[in-house]
């Protein structure tokens, strides 16, 4: 049995799990709204593990931080549902969402105008990680930081970003956050029909992430990546800009992460500066490691995996959850150096 | 046979580098001429390297004129001489391990270097066969598909001179790359460098005599930072003041 065919049968897989859904719950095939959202936000994390493998299992560049681009594409979509709830609130106000009526706003903030619109909403979703990408990214590549240094400079990026968030000046709903969401593309989202519709397009986000980073790692640009990772100056001595380059792939990483999050919010109805967290960044990179990093398959992998073994533990024994993520790191860096999909060409050898 | 006869490739006249009070380079003059392979031999400390670093830009000379056809190289910086045509092999290679030798090559190939680039990048026939001939000029057909990291020492060192020699040079400037070889490797090397001279030219530095034997070029010996002699293989092994340097004291 061949990787490619493990693939399509899970991606089938994947894609008959809404219409199960709709199968009367004493079927024996039926699938439970639990697991399909449960599911939904694994998609998410895999779109996420994608690109931190991009950056990382290709241009070396280990980013602690990419909950960070992950948790402002959901906030730009969370200020858009927000919007949406209008006059349904608490205090019924039309414009301003709840927590700014509580706080004494007046009116709302400049950068919350235009979050009424979707494109808007998504367009946001993709530039403010991008953004924010090609400024740390062009200060610390241009200064030529690498390895660990860089690792905790992204670290200190979503610790400073969870900080800020948990500011109730701030606009962003404090240690609250967005939560009450009510709609979104005109479907009402706790309905089987919006958990399907937000399912499928994470999936299909998957998909086409797969295909795009698929596509960087075998054109030249992927091998410039892969030669950088090993031997940086060389690559310069070689003549070529290595800045531009790893800013190239670290923003597309971003954007993806920001897409990622931004279909992650809908899905399981809260976004709170807790999700800038740097264990979750950490968690996120441990999923790629765990899957076999440089691999993209893998980074897939690995995101369903530890997230299923997380799902389960944490239901059975959660004090033991924290545990067995820092002894899964330990045991595959030592035993599986080239994490589960290692597993496969190993049995192919 | 003698320089300073047409129009050297490589010119060096009165160049003296002093670090610190002491000359790592005393007056030595040096003429390479187009498709020429020069061999420079000395002992530790004659000046070999520091001469490499002066050609390159690493290392400015204290006095004296060095040029690259008509190019003042005591005014140009590392890259810019590079992209002239000047190019320089390391007694340490270092390649992509985890590409293979085609790709090693493919990235050094002449080409738009930014990312959008390189994304868009395909590889035309006229780039392939390129490849394919450096691949075939270095002795590494049969392994084109292998990566980097599986080749052995004298492998990589010829890999390595690929990559040089897909950008290009006028000149080539090559140190110890026997170092650590094999006697076949030595003798492969040394055949190596016999056919890609012509097309350029080609410094060798190294300190083994029966490889610079097995080059039958012209060979300078360096000593003390200046010229001790220059001629045949067997013209300075049997000039006394060779002798002296490297047998007696």
Redesign the interface.
Known sequence: MTLRFVLLGALLVLAVMPALNRLPADSALHVSDFLISITGKWITYAILALAIDLAWGYAGILSLGHGAFFTLGGYAIGMHLMRLIGTRGVYGHPTLPDFMVFLGYKELPWYWLGFDSFPYALFMAMAVPGLLALVVGYLAFRSRITGVYLSIITQAMTYALMLAFFRNDMGFGGNNGFTDFKELLGMSLNTANARAVLFYASLVLLVVAFFLCT??AQ???G??L??I???ES??R?????VT??K???FVLSAVLAGLAGALYVPQVGIINPGEFSPGNSIEAVIWVAVGGRGTLVGAVLGAFSVNALKTWLTTVAPDLWLFALGGLFVAVTLFLPRGLIGLFSKAKS | MSGGSGNPVLYLDGVSVVFDGFKALNNLSLFVEPGELRAIIGPNGAGKTTMMDVITGKTRPTEGTVRFHQHDLTKLDEATIANLGIGRKFQKPTMFDALTVFENLELALKAPRGPFACLRWILTGEARRKIEGVMEEVGLGARAHDRAGVLSHGQRQWLEIGMLLMQDPELLLVDEPVAGMTDQETEHTAALLVRIAGARSVVVVEHDLEFVRALGSKVTVLCEGTMLSEGSIDHVQSDPRVIEVYLGR
Do not use: E, I
């Open positions: 596509r960087v054109s030249k640009l091998r410039v892969v030669a990772r090993d031997a060389r690559v001595f070689l003549g070529y800009d531009q380059h800013l190239f792939v």
